[in-house]
């Protein structure tokens, strides 16, 4: 794993949440929801998502995107794998069966 990716994930165990690393199918979709809050941040690949029915917006390599607790959002993987570190607390991870 890259240097980056170990501070990412050094820095989001030192604000109490676990890491998972993800690996999303080209084409996977997930249809509107709400849970705990969660980190992203995108190694490769990108998605397309939308917080809140806002306007749908790129999450690309180097971005993070922060989901609040109980916020509405969904996504869309583009036609590559979409990568990227998840973090959440203990109890979400067990929630989402990571």
Do not use: C
């Not at 050094?10 to 979709?29: A, F, I, S």
Request: aromatic letters at 8%; charged letters at 30%; glycine letters at 8%.
């Amino acid at each position: 794993m890259p240097a980056d990716q170990e501070e990412i994930e050094r820095q989001y165990h030192e604000m109490g949440l676990e890491t998972r690393h993800q690996v999303d199918k080209p084409g996977t979709t997930y249809e509107p929801h709400r849970h705990e809050g969660v980190r992203l941040f995108t190694i490769t690949g990108s998605a397309m998502v939308r917080l809140d029915n806002e306007p749908w917006q790129p999450v690309g390599p180097g971005q993070e995107l922060v989901i609040g607790d109980d916020q509405l959002h969904e996504a869309k993987v583009a036609d590559e794998p979409w990568e990227y570190i998840f973090a959440a607390t203990p109890e979400e991870m067990k929630r989402q069966g990571l």
